[in-house]
């Protein structure tokens, strides 16, 4: 025991500030029960209470965006995809928390485009830009404009996508083509009311 004294104690030392250093690199964190996804989540989907779990999960002790309990989050629709594991927050459900961290002023608009098919190149949190369409080429000229400019996509159907990333799918979207944007209050009027003046069109911008 004697020989092996020293290599002991400078083991334990070592055990000792690598204790330390993860305490300070953990940047405070606690241990929380939180609500996750227990298994992955469409965007736009109505969250079930047996896709959601209870675990203890290292987070900031003042983060208030979380949830502690699955009845506050069952039954709600998901505003993004979630992955497997994934901490539910408040900005990830469908409702008024949609509009978090927007502008004053922001709403949230649905909009029926006259394309239902084009929902199926959108996921929420891209940007697009609603061209109104109007005539018939014969007794009106046809015109274009746009109406609102990068507005954010908020939600979207069900099985609107192929994936989470917005790819094509095969199945028809349900919901006849409405969409969810987050506009300015200036302009709800125009973009609520523009399938009964025209053809309605979401073209993707960066």
Known sequence: MRRYRKPLAIACALLALAGMLNVFSSGQLAQREVVVALSDIPAGSRISANQLQ?????????????????????????????????????????????????????????????????????????????????????????????????????????????????????AAPTGEGIVVVAAANSLSDDLAGAVSRGKVSAVLVN
Do not use: C
């Open 54 to 170: 209870v675990q203890t999960v290292r987070l900031d002790p003042h983060d208030a965006e979380v949830f502690e309990g699955i009845e506050a989050v069952a039954g709600q629709r998901a505003a993004v995809a979630l992955r497997a594991g994934t901490v539910l927050r408040d900005y990830s459900l469908v409702g008024p928390q949609l509009l978090h961290g927007s502008p004053e002023g922001t709403v949230a608009v649905p909009l029926r485009l006259s394309d239902p098919a084009t929902v199926t190149l959108l996921h929420p949190g891209q940007l697009v830009d609603i061209v109104l369409t109007t005539g018939d080429g014969f007794e009106k000229e046809i015109s274009s404009q746009t109406i609102a400019k990068a507005v954010p996509v908020l939600w979207v159907p069900d099985n609107a996508t192929g994936s989470e990333f917005g790819m094509l799918s095969s």
